[in-house]
């Protein structure tokens, strides 16, 4: 079992920045994905970055080049740097570490994409922070 704690979400205007953590309870060992997901109003869960148990990172297109997934040396924590910030981007966000048993996690490790409109199986999921971004 691993406890994932997401913090770092907040209300900012367009063109803001902010930095989400996701702390887990223990090392993350093994072959892999943690990945961040929002949800919007109304709208499905998304992947939106991923990073393997290789540090191999893979980004959504709406969040490429403004995001920047990383964890750290232990890998007990995930980081989401988000800059530029526009109202789209407002949404509950969540960490997940995904494991590679299933289709998910290897399509990040073997395509290189998030692969759109797939829930991952095998999964373990932070609580949400919300990010809320004014125009």
């Known amino acids: 079992q691993v406890q994932l704690v997401e913090s770092g979400g907040g209300s900012v205007q367009s063109g803001g920045s902010l930095n989400l953590s996701c702390i887990a309870s223990?090392?993350?060992?093994?072959?892999?994905?943690m990945a961040w997901f929002r949800q919007a109003a109304g709208k499905e869960r998304e992947g939106i970055a991923a990073?393997?148990?290789?540090?191999?990172?893979v980004y959504a297109d709406s969040v490429k080049g403004r995001f920047i997934i990383s964890q750290n040396a232990i890998k007990n924590t995930l980081y989401l740097q988000m800059k530029s910030l526009k109202p789209e981007d407002t949404a509950t966000y969540y960490c997940?570490?995904?494991?590679?048993?299933?289709?998910?996690?290897?399509?990040?490790?073997?395509?290189?994409?998030?692969?759109?409109?797939?829930?991952?199986?095998?999964?373990?999921w932070g609580q949400g922070t919300q990010v809320t971004v004014s125009s």
């Open positions: 997940a570490v995904v494991s590679h048993r299933g289709a998910w996690c290897d399509t990040v490790q073997v395509a290189g994409v998030i692969p759109p409109g797939l829930s991952p199986e095998y999964t373990y």
């Open positions: 223990r090392e993350i060992t093994g072959s892999h994905c």
């Open positions: 990073i393997d148990s290789d540090i191999f990172t």
